[in-house]
């Protein structure tokens, strides 16, 4: 079961931290990604972390922004964002899978959305 929260309402330039809490599953065994799903659009891919070797990969609209980390002691995944923009302005969503892949279909388990509100 995966748990997300520390969404909320931000002005733009401003700042959140997102977590994603694990229980009954190990994050070491994977990789532990973040989508986005704005009104009327795909969810997207905006960061995963592969928790074998610690690569990370980002989406390139949040590259330099955001910061994608892990606390295995924790068994939590954390997105740093950083010089928000309204475009930003989403649900977002953590999820595990065998390894980091831009597609929603790769991931085994979802957690619930935390919504994100950058303000202009």
């Known amino acids: 079961q995966l748990q997300a929260f520390g969404g909320g309402l931000v002005q733009a330039g401003g700042s959140l931290r997102l977590s994603c809490a694990g229980s009954?599953?190990?994050?070491?065994?994977?990789?532990i990604a973040w989508f986005r799903q704005a009104p009327g659009k795909e969810r997207e891919e905006v960061s995963c972390?592969?928790?074998?070797?610690?690569?990370?990969d980002y989406l390139d609209s949040v590259k330099g922004r955001f910061t994608i980390s892990s606390d295995a002691a924790k068994n939590t995944v954390y997105l740093q964002m950083n010089s928000l923009k309204p475009e930003d302005t989403a649900v977002y969503y953590c999820?595990?899978?065998?390894?980091?892949?831009?597609?929603?279909?790769?991931?085994?388990?979802w957690g619930e959305g935390t919504q994100v509100t950058v303000s202009s």
């Open positions: 999820a595990t899978g065998g390894s980091c892949l831009t597609s929603p279909k790769g991931y085994d388990y």
């Open positions: 972390i592969s928790s074998s070797d610690g690569d990370t």
């Open positions: 009954g599953l190990i994050f070491d065994d994977y990789a």
